[in-house]
């Protein structure tokens, strides 16, 4: 079974052309939910991370404080580093586990995920789609959607692979600057080409 890579950058809109594929009956799985999973109360990963940045990382309830750890991280390159080296060899072989699932019938998956090209993620894949947006939509649909600073999704963008990098690396692009149905038509056009390529 073919597992084709879902990425783009932060407010490109990479779920919501995942969940048309999956109403087309295609399996996906999103490398950010893993990400999640990964350091939920009581997992190996999250009693490093509060081991490594103390007590006070973790809120009231138990639970990983996102925005905390988020603003350390961005911060301190080192500490990105150590975060990263910890998490992303947990959520590969997590995703490879979920990325097979039991009774499934069609040809190829979808691994969604935002940092697809960044990390050894792109090793996992046969083809590689990039939803595409000018970088002003991605700030400005980040910024409504998560509640954060302006500077605050310029970093995030900053952290991430160029959008000409992005595309330079894409064998398929879906122009996601685009009416809903011109987007669901992309996606179905490429669902088509992945059936006869994977089949």
């Known amino acids: 079974m073919a597992v084709i890579g879902l990425t783009g950058g932060i407010g490109s809109g990479k779920s919501t052309v995942a969940r048309m594929f999956g109403a087309l009956g295609v399996h996906w799985v999103d490398a950010d939910d893993v990400a999640r999973q990964v350091v939920e109360p009581g997992t190996p990963a999250l009693t490093?991370?509060?081991?490594?940045?103390?007590?006070?990382?973790?809120?009231?309830d138990g639970s990983l404080d996102r925005a905390r750890l988020r603003t350390i991280v961005f911060e301190q390159p080192e500490e990105r580093a150590w975060l990263e080296g910890l998490?992303?060899?947990?959520?590969?072989?997590?995703?490879?586990?979920?990325?097979h699932p039991a009774d499934y019938s069609l040809p190829?998956?979808?691994?969604?995920?935002?940092?697809?090209?960044?990390?050894d993620q792109h090793?996992?894949?046969?083809?590689?789609?990039?939803?595409?947006?000018?970088?002003?939509?991605?700030?400005?649909?980040?910024?409504?959607?998560d509640d954060n600073d302006k500077a605050q999704v310029?970093?995030?963008?900053?952290?991430?692979?160029?959008?000409e990098k992005r595309l330079q690396k894409a064998d398929e692009v879906v122009d996601n600057n685009e009416v809903l149905s011109?987007?669901?038509r992309q996606v179905g056009e490429l669902h088509k080409k992945f059936m006869v390529a994977f089949g």
Request: without cysteine; glycine residues 2%; proline residues 5%.
């Open 182 to 184: 011109n987007v669901e």
């Open 48 to 60: 490093r991370i509060a081991e490594h940045f103390g007590a006070d990382i973790l809120q009231a």
């Open 154 to 163: 310029e970093r995030i963008i900053a952290a991430q692979m160029p959008r």
């Open 87 to 99: 998490l992303h060899p947990v959520i590969r072989e997590e995703l490879i586990r979920q990325l």
């Open 108 to 119: 190829y998956v979808l691994l969604v995920s935002p940092l697809l090209l960044e990390t």
């Open 123 to 145: 090793q996992l894949v046969e083809k590689v789609v990039v939803v595409d947006v000018p970088v002003e939509v991605q700030l400005s649909r980040t910024m409504a959607r």
